[in-house]
């Protein structure tokens, strides 16, 4: 299996900060988003913005990066990459175990999750606990019915599918070797961030008659270059421009139900926000949806001409407002 240095697709160092870090993401995600793409490109952009998103699903996680950087030692060895034998998917999340036994047979590989074939053998699906029911206890009868093991992974959820739902076809297959499944899960619409979707009688077979365990995937949404996501809200930077913000203006806002426009008023300050009712993520069935909260930035010109530092020049020679007396 070829190693995914996710530093790289970042384009940042290994000792980078979370700040330098989320610059990055969102910088790379602003360019390859699929929304911007041209239609030629459209299908590349989208696998491109999902390697930039699970890298900084990785390199944004604290417990994720430790995990990866940990195996650090291999990265070595060429592209070639196999994690340590009997690690389980050592890279799982806090708080997540593998099997009973912590062993290979324990873990599971999956395809269609929204992340590559790298992460999911890092990180990727295990034998859920509480041995052969979640919760509970196994048999000791050898030959009584005994209940599949839960299986659980996580499952990468983009905005588009939060607000109308979505079916996703996934393959399913032990590390230990086994039977390879192919199964359909269903996104509801509305899901948010960390939620579990059970798909009921999807874990590993039952024994001796008993009835199989369940797949639980536990949600991870899909990091958006503009939107920042709070449950079924959602958070914009409108960035402003210095005359905009002191004289006023309507500015054009793209919403997930479409442009709308919002009327900044004179004397707007940075961090002003403008709530945008029911343009949020929708709250699951019920029709209603969360709202968007757009947060005023000031936006400073990056290069200034001569001209423009004159006209500067003598606002601030007339001006009598001093900001630090304000």
């Known amino acids: 299996m070829k190693f995914r240095d996710y530093y790289e697709v970042l384009g940042v160092p290994r000792g980078a900060g979370k700040d ?3 610059k990055a993401f969102r910088k790379l995600a602003r360019t390859h988003h699929p929304d911007v793409a041209g239609e030629a490109d459209k299908a ?3 696998e491109r913005f999902k390697e930039i998103n699970e890298a900084y699903e990785v390199l944004g996680d604290e417990e994720k990066r430790k995990k990866y950087d940990a195996f650090g030692q291999n990265w070595k060895h060429g592209d070639g990459f196999t994690p ?29 999750t929204g992340f590559s074939d790298f992460f999911e053998n890092v990180f ?21 019915p005994r209940r599949g093991r839960d299986i659980e992974s996580e499952i990468l959820v983009t905005l588009d599918e939060v607000m109308s739902g979505a079916e996703r076809t996934l393959a399913i297959q032990p590390q230990g070797g086994g039977e390879r499944r192919t199964v359909t899960i269903r996104i509801p619409k509305g899901v948010t961030e960390g939620q579990m979707i059970r798909a009921a009688g999807l874990g590993q077979p039952g024994t001796a008659g008993g009835e199989a365990g369940d797949l639980f995937l536990h949600v991870r949404l899909e990091r958006h ?4 996501v709070v449950e079924h809200d959602l958070y914009l930077d409108l960035r402003l421009a210095p005359w905009e913000a002191v004289l ?20 707007t300050e940075a961090g002003t926000e403008f709530r945008l009712s029911g343009k949020g993520l929708p709250k699951g069935k019920s029709g209603d949806s969360g709202h968007l909260f757009a947060v005023a930035r000031i936006a400073m010109p990056p290069d200034v001409t001569d001209e423009e530092k004159r006209h500067w020049q003598a606002l601030a020679d007339i001006s009598k407002f001093n900001p630090r007396q304000s």
Do not use: N
């Open 225 to 228: 270059p503009d939107y920042r």
């Open 248 to 267: 006023g203006a309507t500015i054009a806002v793209r919403t997930p139900h479409g442009e709308t426009r919002i009327r900044v008023p004179a004397g």
């Open 124 to 144: 990727g699906g295990r034998a859920g606990r509480g041995g052969f029911a979640r919760g509970g206890a196994a048999s000791s009868g050898g030959s009584r």
């Open 20 to 22: 330098e870090i989320r």
């Open 84 to 112: 340590p034998p009997g690690s389980g998917g050592g890279g799982f999340p806090q708080g997540w175990q593998t099997g009973a036994s912590g062993d290979m047979e324990d873990a599971y590989h999956f395809e269609g």
């Open 44 to 46: 590349k952009a989208e």
